[in-house]
């Protein structure tokens, strides 16, 4: 990908007001979160471009290059030449307006909404280098030039004429002219009108692809509590229809001070009424291609997040799903995660779609626009995953990997037979080494201080890089009946966490702490919500995550208190817990051959590998581009590539 990058020279030259300078591109920030969002199976969302504070997009014909406003003095230009669906250069081409928010196509110009007027350029999409400034040429200049609201959205309609969002100038109050409304007017701005009345704060707006009817979204009053009123998707399919502001604060909710005064014709309500503060803004019908066909008709909408709410809402991406007689039958989550434990680090305003099906997102507040596609990234990840196939081993149950790239792999041999177990080496070329034998059934690893700790059975075992075996405890040490030692997992302090997935039904099952000193006691016990506990990961100071292989179940276990928080379910056989730098988390299922990824304990998990034979305890490789599986019953390690 070619980037330009703003060089001290040119910002130099741009606060001289010089008409265009490229934008320095630096995307590390927002990759780094991409994890945290929760995406339906088979979609990707990666970054676009970055976009200093990206409002309302648009699609430029031939070239492709995407305009985009912002709430600044800035419109920018996004150019693809390549067509990999990853910006090449992004261009400032406008640094002189007063809230350039809102930025249409027609016939070859670029209409750009300020707060105050609306002007076309000619040609953008023909040399993005042109004296745009120059080129101005105001169509309109009778919008009502007040700060409060004053982010105009815009769109032409199927009849041709520009549609314009006109905010109210206040919270709630009353209004006059083209306040609290959507106009429409020609190209060449005569004929301005009052499209629709009563609306507070539209900032998104798009047409019905079947019917051609007018949709916009609209924010409604404030400091009217946590849950009150709602947020609004409206349909306006004809002009002259009033929408309720100021006489309804939001749906049919009303304010106090509005409460005994009435609206001057019949108010229209919300074909979709949103959680309150949930502050909707751009939206798109979906007319692509290459998502699924369920899809095809929805609007798909940005949620900008609240402000003013006791614990936040919105951040994400809406979905309003529409029948075959182009009726809302109603709305869910499309794509969330922008808000992490009350804290936002991404907020959603604008939605574009491309030529090929995909969408881009604008976000304001990280300063990107992402592209959310469907189906692109399964084949590379499959063709990545065959050449990194180790095979011929016997059972391998559990892998760990070396700080200096190496893998040791238990190999349980054949189940039931002692004395024919033993840990690989995987070294870094490839080949195969072994560091121990004589062990029974070989299962959870882990390293501590470059000594490797095994789960044998009954067991616990310390291993040295020259291959030394030293018992840690063994099956008289335990206060309970060791089972079937599993899993392994060491905190910071070296205390050993050991589980016993115990019995087919659960008998003798628990998890054991090993202290430093060697003292062992019982933490969770078979009478514990968890059936068969297996994979273990410490999850923050005196915490586990522990994977229930008999019930599918993710569960937190507080080690202090011993109790459990349920998490998540649906993981079959569920086996091996990993997380990688990003924050990821990974759980495989032995029973059905699946390993899925998480953004968080809670998150929808996501598939990444399903052909496996019996997926066991996964690591993560040295270099954290890896998931590392044993496939215990096909007798293979395979990696998962995970970046």
């Given at each position: 990908m070619k980037l330009k990058f703003l060089s001290v020279a040119s910002l130099a030259a741009a606060s001289l007001g010089l008409m265009v300078s490229p934008v320095m591109a630096d995307r590390a920030a927002a990759e780094a979160n991409l994890h945290k969002l929760n995406v339906p199976d088979g979609f990707n969302v990666e970054v676009y471009a970055e976009v200093p504070g990206a409002r309302q997009m648009t699609f430029g014909q031939s070239t492709g290059t995407v305009f985009v406003g912002t709430r600044g003095k800035n419109v920018y230009a996004v150019v693809d030449r390549n067509k990999d669906r990853q910006a090449d250069e992004v261009v400032n081409i406008l640094d002189d307006l007063k809230v350039g928010n809102g930025v249409a196509m027609y016939q070859g110009n670029l209409y750009v909404a300020e707060q105050h007027r609306i002007a076309r350029y000619a040609a953008p999409g023909f040399d993005l280098s042109l004296p745009f400034e120059q080129m101005r040429e105001v169509v309109f200049d009778d919008l009502p030039d007040k700060a409060h609201h004053g982010w105009r959205y815009i769109d032409f309609g199927p009849?041709?004429?520009?549609?314009?969002?006109?905010?109210?100038?206040?919270?709630?109050?009353?209004?006059?002219?083209?306040?609290?409304?959507?106009?429409?007017?020609?190209?060449?701005?005569?004929?301005?009108?009052?499209?629709?009345?009563?609306?507070?704060?539209?900032?998104?707006i798009d047409f019905q692809p079947e019917t051609g009817d007018l949709y916009f979204t609209d924010n409604n009053v404030d400091m009217m509590g946590d849950d009150n009123p709602p947020g609004e998707f409206n349909a306006a399919p004809e002009k002259g229809m009033h929408f309720g502001f100021p006489y309804y604060a939001g749906g049919d909710a009303r304010h106090q001070d509005w409460k005994d005064k009435e609206p001057p014709q019949e108010v229209t309500f919300p074909a979709v009424e949103f959680q309150a503060h949930t502050a909707s803004l751009g939206f798109k019908f979906y007319t692509g291609k290459m998502f699924p066909a369920e899809y095809q008709g929805d609007a798909i909408i940005a949620q900008h997040g609240s402000w003013n709410r006791t614990e936040p809402v919105g951040y994400k991406l809406e979905r309003v799903t529409f029948n075959d007689n182009n009726q809302v039958t109603g709305h869910e989550t499309f794509i969330d995660g922008w808000l992490v434990d009350g804290e936002a680090w991404g907020r959603p305003t604008d939605v574009l779609q491309l030529p090929d099906g995909s969408l881009l997102v604008s976000d304001d507040y990280n300063g990107v626009i992402y592209r959310v596609s469907y189906g692109e990234t399964q084949q590379t990840a499959a063709a990545k995953t065959d050449k990194q196939t180790v095979t011929d081993l016997r059972m391998p149950e559990s892998v760990i990997a070396h700080p200096d790239g190496r893998l040791f792999v238990s190999e349980i041999g054949e189940f039931g037979k002692n004395g024919d177990g033993q840990i690989s080496i995987i070294n870094t070329d490839g080949s195969k080494a072994v560091l121990a034998a004589g062990l029974n059934d070989p299962k959870g690893l882990d390293l501590f201080n470059n000594e490797l700790y095994v789960a044998d059975i009954n067991q616990v075992l310390k291993v040295d890089m020259d291959g030394n075996v030293q018992v840690v405890a063994d099956s008289s040490d335990f206060p309970g009946t060791a089972e079937f030692l599993n899993d392994l997992e060491i905190d910071g302090s070296g205390n050993l966490y050991v589980s016993d997935s115990g019995t087919d039904t659960g008998q003798n099952a628990g998890i054991y702490r090993i202290s430093t000193l060697g003292e062992i006691t019982e933490i969770l016990d078979s009478k514990a919500a968890i059936k068969r506990p297996n994979g273990l990961l410490m999850d923050g100071i005196g915490s586990l995550l522990v994977a229930d292989f008999g019930t599918g179940d993710l569960y937190r276990l507080d080690i202090a208190s011993a109790k459990l928080k349920d998490l998540n379910t649906g993981f079959g056989g569920a086996d091996g817990l990993v997380r990688d730098t990003r924050g990821f988390l990974y759980v495989s299922d032995w029973n059905?051959?699946?390993?899925?990824?998480?953004?968080?304990p809670r998150a929808t998990p996501q598939i990444i590998a399903d052909n496996l034979q019996a997926a066991a305890d996964i690591a993560l490789s040295a270099d954290g581009q890896y998931v590392v599986v044993p496939d215990m019953k096909a007798g293979k390690l395979i990696y998962l590539p995970i970046h």
């Amino acid at each position: 990908m070619k980037l330009k990058f703003l060089s001290v020279a040119s910002l130099a030259a741009a606060s001289l007001g010089l008409m265009v300078s490229p934008v320095m591109a630096d995307r590390a920030a927002a990759e780094a979160n991409l994890h945290k969002l929760n995406v339906p199976d088979g979609f990707n969302v990666e970054v676009y471009a970055e976009v200093p504070g990206a409002r309302q997009m648009t699609f430029g014909q031939s070239t492709g290059t995407v305009f985009v406003g912002t709430r600044g003095k800035n419109v920018y230009a996004v150019v693809d030449r390549n067509k990999d669906r990853q910006a090449d250069e992004v261009v400032n081409i406008l640094d002189d307006l007063k809230v350039g928010n809102g930025v249409a196509m027609y016939q070859g110009n670029l209409y750009v909404a300020e707060q105050h007027r609306i002007a076309r350029y000619a040609a953008p999409g023909f040399d993005l280098s042109l004296p745009f400034e120059q080129m101005r040429e105001v169509v309109f200049d009778d919008l009502p030039d007040k700060a409060h609201h004053g982010w105009r959205y815009i769109d032409f309609g199927p009849d041709g004429k520009l549609y314009v969002t006109v905010g109210a100038p206040c919270n709630i109050c009353d209004v006059s002219g083209y306040e609290g409304s959507i106009i429409r007017m020609n190209p060449d701005g005569s004929e301005a009108e009052v499209y629709a009345h009563g609306v507070r704060n539209s900032v998104g707006i798009d047409f019905q692809p079947e019917t051609g009817d007018l949709y916009f979204t609209d924010n409604n009053v404030d400091m009217m509590g946590d849950d009150n009123p709602p947020g609004e998707f409206n349909a306006a399919p004809e002009k002259g229809m009033h929408f309720g502001f100021p006489y309804y604060a939001g749906g049919d909710a009303r304010h106090q001070d509005w409460k005994d005064k009435e609206p001057p014709q019949e108010v229209t309500f919300p074909a979709v009424e949103f959680q309150a503060h949930t502050a909707s803004l751009g939206f798109k019908f979906y007319t692509g291609k290459m998502f699924p066909a369920e899809y095809q008709g929805d609007a798909i909408i940005a949620q900008h997040g609240s402000w003013n709410r006791t614990e936040p809402v919105g951040y994400k991406l809406e979905r309003v799903t529409f029948n075959d007689n182009n009726q809302v039958t109603g709305h869910e989550t499309f794509i969330d995660g922008w808000l992490v434990d009350g804290e936002a680090w991404g907020r959603p305003t604008d939605v574009l779609q491309l030529p090929d099906g995909s969408l881009l997102v604008s976000d304001d507040y990280n300063g990107v626009i992402y592209r959310v596609s469907y189906g692109e990234t399964q084949q590379t990840a499959a063709a990545k995953t065959d050449k990194q196939t180790v095979t011929d081993l016997r059972m391998p149950e559990s892998v760990i990997a070396h700080p200096d790239g190496r893998l040791f792999v238990s190999e349980i041999g054949e189940f039931g037979k002692n004395g024919d177990g033993q840990i690989s080496i995987i070294n870094t070329d490839g080949s195969k080494a072994v560091l121990a034998a004589g062990l029974n059934d070989p299962k959870g690893l882990d390293l501590f201080n470059n000594e490797l700790y095994v789960a044998d059975i009954n067991q616990v075992l310390k291993v040295d890089m020259d291959g030394n075996v030293q018992v840690v405890a063994d099956s008289s040490d335990f206060p309970g009946t060791a089972e079937f030692l599993n899993d392994l997992e060491i905190d910071g302090s070296g205390n050993l966490y050991v589980s016993d997935s115990g019995t087919d039904t659960g008998q003798n099952a628990g998890i054991y702490r090993i202290s430093t000193l060697g003292e062992i006691t019982e933490i969770l016990d078979s009478k514990a919500a968890i059936k068969r506990p297996n994979g273990l990961l410490m999850d923050g100071i005196g915490s586990l995550l522990v994977a229930d292989f008999g019930t599918g179940d993710l569960y937190r276990l507080d080690i202090a208190s011993a109790k459990l928080k349920d998490l998540n379910t649906g993981f079959g056989g569920a086996d091996g817990l990993v997380r990688d730098t990003r924050g990821f988390l990974y759980v495989s299922d032995w029973n059905n051959g699946k390993v899925w990824q998480l953004a968080g304990p809670r998150a929808t998990p996501q598939i990444i590998a399903d052909n496996l034979q019996a997926a066991a305890d996964i690591a993560l490789s040295a270099d954290g581009q890896y998931v590392v599986v044993p496939d215990m019953k096909a007798g293979k390690l395979i990696y998962l590539p995970i970046h």
